[in-house]
């Protein structure tokens, strides 16, 4: 007779909502993979109901804690028939967590699936989405649906239909203009008396939202959690133990959520995973515009360089890549 998961996985422990979950699975389809030397576990389960991510990385994460492993995979498998429009946002989840060029790029996507056929557009500029497709991203999550549905599956992405570039292009200048005019009005009223900044602070109007930042399509906390040297962000992990300093003086790491980041705020820290790295003559035709957004695992936001000399663009671009992982 075979065992369960928990009856394999004899010590973690978990709630009662988990290992209900766990449980589940046929115990007839359950098949690990260990390497005890690296610290990996790798398990295959038939599970009759599908699992939300936000679950099932939640229970990697108990479970890599419960034998300090490096390394933890729980590979689920469902029945056919459970496939449908409703599972592509946690498909995308999968997506961006397996590395794949995606994070961001899908957070206020459309979706239509018609048969064997997934349509995705996307609000970007068609070297966006032929950055996302040239990365193969159709293929990884035509691979994902096969691995977990057993379903054949067609992924085409494409523009988002009414998209106009030019129109958001005006609409982040416009934002950015107004931070730099609220930042140097900030900086000519600034007195560092902490009596009159808790006043200010009491008395402040919230501020509007002006950063040009991506929601999220995660839920759940977000708020960085450190341990053992591992910051963990939504469904991302990064290492913390041995920082190098590429650029500017060392800081202490401790990272603020990018999705807590709604106004200007002082001695920011972030981390995450760049993607979408463009650079673009300025309008005068001598200096270089740099842009790239960077992904804490529950959000993104987009980071602007403006009339760089070409040298100093350089020096940029050899620092910052996309799939590279920075603090800032």
């Known amino acids: 007779m075979s065992k ?29 993979r260990a390497d005890q030397e690296q610290r990996i576990l790798w398990i295959d389960a038939n599970f009759p109901q599908v699992l939300s991510k936000n679950d099932l990385y939640a229970i990697e994460q108990e479970i890599g804690k419960a034998y300090d492993l490096q390394f933890m995979r729980l590979q689920p498998h469902y029945p056919p028939s459970l496939f449908n429009e409703t599972r592509i946002p946690d498909l995308i989840c999968e997506l961006n967590r397996r590395g794949a060029v995606a ?15 997934l349509l995705l557009e996307i609000p970007f500029t068609d070297s966006g989405v032929d950055l996302v497709s040239n990365a193969d991203a159709p293929r990884v999550l035509e691979k994902i649906v096969q691995e977990e549905y057993g379903v054949s599956l ?6 988002q239909d009414g998209f106009d570039p030019d129109a958001y292009q005006s609409s982040i200048s416009a934002q950015m203009d ?7 009005e900030a900086e000519r009223n600034y007195i560092p008396d902490p009596i009159l900044e808790s006043e200010s602070k009491e008395s402040a109007d919230p501020e509007k939202e002006i950063l040009p930042r991506a929601a999220s399509i995660y839920s759940g906390d977000p708020t960085p959690r450190i341990e053992n040297g591992i910051c963990t962000i939504g469904h991302s992990m990064f290492d913390l133990r041995e920082p190098e300093v590429l650029f500017g003086s060392p800081f202490e790491i401790t990272p603020t959520a990018i999705a807590s980041i709604t106004s200007p705020m002082r001695n920011v820290v972030i981390i995450g995973e760049i993607f979408g790295y463009k650079e673009d003559v300025s309008r005068t035709g001598d200096k270089i515009d740099v842009t790239f957004d960077i992904f804490d695992g529950n959000a993104s936001i987009e980071h602007r360089s403006f009339g760089l000399d070409p040298d100093s663009a350089k020096e940029l671009h050899e620092l910052f890549y996309d799939g590279a992982v920075y603090a800032m």
């Open 4 to 32: 369960n998961l928990l009856e394999i996985l004899k010590k973690y422990q978990p709630g009662e909502y988990y290992r209900g979950l766990l449980l589940s699975a046929d115990p007839e389809t359950v098949r690990v």
């Open 103 to 117: 994070n961001g790029f899908f957070n206020h996507c459309t979706y239509f699936l018609d048969g064997g056929n």
């Open 154 to 159: 067609l992924v085409t992405i494409k523009r």
């Open 178 to 184: 107004e931070l730099e005019r609220a930042v140097a």
